[in-house]
């Protein structure tokens, strides 16, 4: 019989690999033989949150903070969900509780950027996201976000846009290059060409709005799409992307 210990090892295990039915199983496991553990509550709603299950997630962390008030990773994905659920600020509140109990916590400066990116406070996100990279200087995300707060703020030059995302290239993108390879196609002058589109955005998104109608309306014969979806919720935009697409595939995760 395993102890509580060696589960939640397993179970972060399966966590780590993206086998999240596996790892959910076993938190609520180590819940039933011990109700009272913070990090089983804590990580049963991260994965209520990658699920897109937002508010099953706020209560499960909740549950977590009522037994360890100072658990700041706690707060900071508290405030992740609260961010996705529009209550703004009530998640900037958590990601500046999680701070002051870890002042160097990168991820925690970074969603509290996102939260106020999403309040319209563009220089406090930026700020944040620049503290982020200063903790950790390989964090693609918060770089990420960096460039796209930029594009809406006021005296932002199209020259400085561009130096942005040169650094971007240079720091994360062409260290991959070395990686590439090019693909052994059919080179049948006469066969559809294959056109893939990746987006975590093929739904009720900007994105999904844009480029529905471009999808449904390409010609199936000279074209075979395909659709890699890092989609966390689906929904009816979603269903006509799948229909749109001659393959689907969801690569979420």
């Not at 500046?96 to 509290?112: G, Q, W």
């Amino acid at each position: 019989m395993p102890t509580i210990a060696e589960s939640l090892t397993t179970a972060l295990q399966h966590h780590t690999a993206g086998r999240l039915s596996e790892a959910e199983q076993l938190y609520r496991e180590i819940l039933q033989s011990g109700p009272n553990h913070a990090d089983a509550w804590h990580l049963l709603g991260v994965i209520a949150y990658q699920r897109g299950q937002y508010q099953a997630a706020i209560e499960s962390i909740q549950r977590a903070l009522e037994l360890k008030p100072d658990f700041a990773e706690a707060h900071n994905n508290l405030g992740n969900a609260l961010t996705n659920q529009g209550k703004l600020d009530e998640a900037v509140a958590c990601c500046r509780r999680a701070l002051e109990l870890k002042p160097d916590f990168a991820e925690a400066h970074y969603n509290l950027g996102i939260a106020l990116k999403c309040q319209g406070k563009l220089d406090e996100a930026v700020a944040c996201y620049r503290r982020a990279l200063e903790l950790k200087p390989d964090y693609a995300d918060a770089h990420s976000n960096l460039l796209c707060t930029h594009q809406y703020r006021v005296g932002v030059t199209l020259s400085e846009l561009a130096m942005g995302h040169a650094e971007y290239d240079r720091q994360h993108a062409a260290p991959l290059r070395t990686t590439w390879r090019w693909p052994e196609n059919d080179r049948d002058l006469h066969r559809p060409l294959r056109v893939g589109f990746v987006s975590p955005d093929f739904g009720r998104h900007p994105v999904g709005y844009f480029l529905i109608r471009v999808l449904e309306n390409l010609d199936r014969d000279p074209l075979e799409t395909v659709c890699y979806s890092d989609r966390i919720v689906k929904d009816d935009l979603t269903a006509r992307f799948q229909s749109a697409a001659v393959l689907w595939r969801d690569v979420q995760g």
